[in-house]
């Protein structure tokens, strides 16, 4: 079984970058796809950006594509969104979480994903 505990987030202003980082342990990292979702008030949480094992598959949400880079280091068992233009749509809890794929893929539905860190909150002010 894995933890995940993010970290990274804060306050930043429109157009600002902000680098949320998703530690893991207690399990083998690079076997897990890995993802970030995002939960506003009063919303349901959604699919952000998605990373396969190896990192040379990746998959955006048409609303950050461009702006968010999904990327991860297997040896430090650690992913990371690299968040730049940010919005204050974009204030939101961000969470990171790992599947068990099959393959080299990627998965946007929330219940493919087994293990889930704590949150971290992200605001963007106008």
């Known amino acids: 079984q894995v933890q995940l505990v993010e970290s990274g987030g804060g306050l930043a202003q429109a157009g600002g970058s902000l680098r949320l980082s998703c530690a893991a342990s207690?399990?083998?990292?690079?076997?897990?796809?890995m993802g970030w979702f995002r939960q506003a008030p009063g919303k349901e949480r959604e699919f952000v950006a998605a990373?396969?094992?190896?990192?040379?598959?990746?998959y955006y949400a048409d609303s950050v594509k461009g702006r968010f880079t999904i990327s991860r280091d297997n040896a430090k068992n650690t992913v990371y969104l690299q968040m730049n233009s940010l919005k204050p749509e974009d204030t939101a809890v961000y969470y990171c979480?790992?599947?068990?794929?099959?393959?080299?893929?990627?998965?946007?539905?929330?219940?493919?994903?087994?293990?889930w860190g704590q949150g971290t909150q992200v605001t963007v002010s106008s």
């Open positions: 207690g399990g083998t990292f690079s076997s897990y796809a």
């Open positions: 979480a790992a599947a068990t794929l099959g393959g080299g893929g990627v998965n946007t539905k929330r219940d493919r994903y087994s293990y």
């Open positions: 990373i396969n094992w190896s990192g040379g598959n990746t």
